[in-house]
């Protein structure tokens, strides 16, 4: 199948497959006309990149994670230590999240929100 059939089958733009195949992530092959030609085996990878980005994981745990399905013989403990690091790392993010959001309620619900230019919350940007 052409680009357009694949990004309409993966819902996935087709500048965003190209760049997949740029980076090694998919490896179309090409018809006489040196159109990419997708197999089905593609799509299914291209679907999977897609789920494994929705789930947080970046480009270089995609290529890991699509190295371990390549692999009948993987451990699944070594897909399992991939999802418990990327859960650590979004714990840690929503720990930053919080304590942002904490920041910034303190710094809205100490300023008037009126007429006057005195602002804590431009203060504070100020003094960094």
Known sequence: MNIGSAARATDLPAKTIRYYEEIGLVCPARAENGYRDYSGSDVHRLKFVQRARSLGFSIE???????????????????????????GQIDRKLVELQSLRATLTRLADTCQGNDRPDCPIINDLARA
């Open 61 to 87: 745990e995609c290529r890991l994670l699509l190295s371990l399905y390549d692999d009948e013989q993987r451990a699944s403990a070594d897909v399992k230590a991939l999802a418990l690091e990327k859960i």
